[in-house]
C-alpha cells in the first residue's frame, strides 16, 4: 500500500560569508539581530578562562569582542543583544549574579552598552523586579523590546522579564502556563510583532517523531497578561517525515506566512529545515546544500536574517 503525504521538498544552496574565529561555549547563548551575530565565547587570561560577549557581521566579515563588564564580584554574566529601532541603536543588556549566593542566579547589578559610539562603556541601570534567570538562553527582541522568561524572588511566580531598550526600563508579564516544568519554558519567538511562545506536547522544547501536537500562546494584552493558546494536532505521519526517527528538532520560529520553521541542531547530510502549515496541516521540507562539512557540529538557524553592510564593527568600539 502506498502512502502519499501532504509534504513538499526543495533544495537550496548555503552562501559562505566568513569563518567565526570564536568558540560558542553555550548552544542557545548565540542570537541574530538584523543581520549581526551574537555569541558567547572563553578566552585563557593567564592560565583563567573568561566568558566574553562577541559581536559579528557576516555581510563584512568584521567582528569584534565587546569591553568586560564593570564589576568586582565573583559572578556568573548573563548579556542579550537588540535593537532600538527608533534611535537605530544597537545594545547589549547584561546582568550579574552572584556565584557562591544562597539563591541560584538572582540577577543583581544590570549594565548596558550601546554600540555606535565613540568611547563605548557599560552604564549602571536599575532594575525593580528581583528575578532569577533560567539556566538556558531563551530570549527574543520584538520592535525594541527584550524578553526572557525568570522567576520572581518574591511571588516565586513564573514571569517574562522585558527590557525595553529606549527607555532602558523593565517590566514583567505573568507567565500563566501551568501545563510545563518548572526547569524549562518553551521558546519565546516573535509572532507578527507579538510575543509568543511554541511547546509541543514533549514538554521540552524538542520535536521529534514521537511529538503529537505544538501549542502555540501569544501575549494579547501585557497589561492584563492575557495569553491565547492555539494547539495544532500534528498528522499521523509526521514522524515518517524526518527520516522515521526521534531526533528532536529545535524551534526556529514562525516565518511571516505563518509557517512554524523547525530546524536540527546537530545535522546529518542532508540538512534540512522544516516549515509546517498549521492551516493546511502540511509540512514543507527544505534541503540546504554546502553544509556536508560541518556534521555533526552545532547549527544556528535564523528568521529574517538581512544583509547589513552599514553597521562598521570597528568603528563602533
Given at each position: 500500500?502506498?502512502?502519499?503525504?501532504?509534504?513538499?521538498?526543495?533544495?537550496?544552496?548555503?552562501?559562505?560569508?566568513?569563518?567565526?574565529?570564536?568558540?560558542?561555549?553555550?548552544?542557545?547563548?548565540?542570537?541574530?539581530?538584523?543581520?549581526?551575530?551574537?555569541?558567547?565565547?572563553?578566552?585563557?587570561?593567564?592560565?583563567?578562562?573568561?566568558?566574553?560577549?562577541?559581536?559579528?557581521?557576516?555581510?563584512?566579515?568584521?567582528?569584534?569582542?565587546?569591553?568586560?563588564?564593570?564589576?568586582?564580584?565573583?559572578?556568573?554574566?548573563?548579556?542579550?543583544?537588540?535593537?532600538?529601532?527608533?534611535?537605530?541603536?544597537?545594545?547589549?543588556?547584561?546582568?550579574?549574579?552572584?556565584?557562591?549566593?544562597?539563591?541560584?542566579?538572582?540577577?543583581?547589578?544590570?549594565?548596558?552598552?550601546?554600540l555606535g559610539t565613540r568611547k563605548p562603556s557599560w552604564r549602571m541601570i536599575?532594575?525593580?523586579?528581583?528575578?532569577?534567570?533560567?539556566?538556558?538562553?531563551?530570549?527574543?527582541?520584538?520592535?525594541?523590546?527584550?524578553?526572557?522568561?525568570?522567576?520572581?524572588?518574591?511571588?516565586?511566580?513564573?514571569?517574562?522579564?522585558?527590557?525595553?531598550?529606549?527607555?532602558?526600563?523593565?517590566?514583567?508579564?505573568?507567565?500563566?502556563?501551568?501545563?510545563?516544568?518548572?526547569?524549562?519554558?518553551?521558546?519565546?519567538?516573535?509572532?507578527?510583532?507579538?510575543?509568543?511562545?511554541?511547546?509541543?506536547?514533549?514538554?521540552?522544547?524538542?520535536?521529534?517523531?514521537?511529538?503529537?501536537?505544538?501549542?502555540?500562546?501569544?501575549?494579547?494584552?501585557?497589561?492584563?497578561?492575557?495569553?491565547?493558546?492555539?494547539?495544532?494536532?500534528?498528522?499521523?505521519?509526521?514522524?515518517?517525515?524526518?527520516?522515521?526517527?526521534?531526533?528532536?528538532?529545535?524551534?526556529?520560529?514562525?516565518?511571516?506566512?505563518?509557517?512554524?520553521?523547525?530546524?536540527?541542531?546537530?545535522?546529518?547530510?542532508?540538512?534540512?529545515?522544516?516549515?509546517?502549515?498549521?492551516?493546511?496541516?502540511?509540512?514543507?521540507?527544505?534541503?540546504?546544500?554546502?553544509?556536508?562539512?560541518?556534521?555533526?557540529?552545532?547549527?544556528?538557524?535564523?528568521?529574517?536574517?538581512v544583509e547589513n553592510v552599514n553597521m562598521k564593527l570597528l568603528e563602533g568600539l
Open positions: 500500500m502506498l502512502f502519499l503525504y501532504p509534504y513538499t521538498s526543495s533544495l537550496l544552496a548555503a552562501n559562505y560569508h566568513m569563518k567565526i574565529p570564536y568558540y560558542a561555549s553555550s548552544f542557545k547563548r548565540c542570537s541574530s539581530v538584523r543581520g549581526l551575530i551574537f555569541l558567547g565565547d572563553e578566552r585563557s587570561l593567564n592560565g583563567v578562562e573568561h566568558k566574553v560577549s562577541v559581536i559579528c557581521n557576516p555581510s563584512t566579515g568584521e567582528s569584534l569582542t565587546l569591553p568586560k563588564l564593570k564589576t568586582r564580584k565573583r559572578i556568573g554574566v548573563r548579556s542579550y543583544f537588540g535593537y532600538e529601532p527608533i534611535e537605530k541603536q544597537y545594545k547589549v543588556l547584561s546582568m550579574t549574579w552572584g556565584i557562591y549566593g544562597t539563591r541560584d542566579m538572582d540577577s543583581e547589578e544590570h549594565q548596558v552598552l550601546t536599575e532594575c525593580w523586579i528581583p528575578h532569577s534567570l533560567y539556566h538556558t538562553y531563551n530570549n527574543v527582541c520584538i520592535n525594541g523590546v527584550l524578553y526572557y522568561p525568570a522567576v520572581n524572588t518574591s511571588s516565586r511566580g513564573f514571569i517574562i522579564v522585558s527590557f525595553d531598550f529606549r527607555s532602558e526600563k523593565f517590566r514583567f508579564v505573568e507567565d500563566t502556563d501551568t501545563s510545563i516544568s518548572s526547569y524549562y519554558r518553551p521558546p519565546l519567538i516573535n509572532y507578527n510583532g507579538k510575543l509568543g511562545s511554541l511547546g509541543s506536547s514533549g514538554g521540552f522544547g524538542g520535536i521529534g517523531g514521537s511529538c503529537t501536537s505544538i501549542t502555540l500562546r501569544v501575549l494579547e494584552d501585557a497589561e492584563k497578561h492575557e495569553w491565547s493558546e492555539h494547539i495544532y494536532v500534528l498528522p499521523a505521519w509526521w514522524k515518517y517525515i524526518f527520516g522515521g526517527g526521534y531526533t528532536d528538532l529545535c524551534v526556529v520560529g514562525v516565518a511571516r506566512t505563518n509557517e512554524i520553521v523547525l530546524s536540527c541542531p546537530f545535522p546529518s547530510t542532508p540538512f534540512y529545515v522544516f516549515y509546517y502549515n498549521t492551516e493546511r496541516n502540511a509540512i514543507r521540507r527544505v534541503e540546504i546544500q554546502g553544509l556536508e562539512a560541518f556534521k555533526g557540529r552545532s547549527v544556528y538557524t535564523f528568521l529574517d536574517h
